[in-house]
């Protein structure tokens, strides 16, 4: 409890972790062996044990923050909603396949495509053709459900 506490600097609203931190910026400490979250000590220093399931939220929305009046419990979707609420979710113009369109693995770079480009055109001139989805999915080996989807554009729409 006394290694905690001086790691903290509660000189302000907000009392800031001042060891180390993962890539988020959440504080963390080693305790028998094990790496805890700092906010999540101080809740369990404070309340006492972090019921099977729940998170420990920020309401000020800084990940370093350890003050106990700062903090409460919540479930996934608690954490999910406050996110939301608060604008920190890659939702939208902020997610990554819109921020960072080059890096999202489109078509045949994709790790579970099956088809190849050529296929799609194929398939996209069978289906003018009239070439039921069914027929085209036992062609191709996948299903009718992927065909329509190729169709209506949802996949492979960079074609």
């Known amino acids: ?83 939301d609420k608060k604008g920190r979710g890659a939702c939208g113009k902020r997610n990554g396949r819109f921020t960072s369109p080059e890096t999202t693995p489109r078509g045949e770079s994709h790790h579970k495509a099956k088809l190849s480009e050529s296929d799609i055109v194929e398939i996209r001139k069978l289906l003018v053709d009239g070439v039921s989805h069914r027929k085209l999915g036992v062609m191709f080996g996948v299903t009718h459900a992927t065909i329509g989807a190729i169709h209506r554009r949802k996949t492979w729409a960079h074609l």
């Open 1 to 83: 409890m006394e290694r905690f506490w001086e790691k903290v600097d509660k000189s302000n609203e907000c009392w800031l972790w001042k060891a180390s931190c993962d890539s988020y910026g959440y504080g963390h400490i080693s305790v028998e062996k094990m790496m805890v979250k700092s906010h999540r000590l101080s809740w369990e220093l404070t309340h006492g044990p972090i019921p099977c399931g729940l998170y420990v939220l920020h309401k000020c929305d800084n990940p370093k923050c350890v003050n106990p009046e700062h903090l409460f419990l919540g479930t996934a979707l608690d954490n999910a909603r406050d996110r």
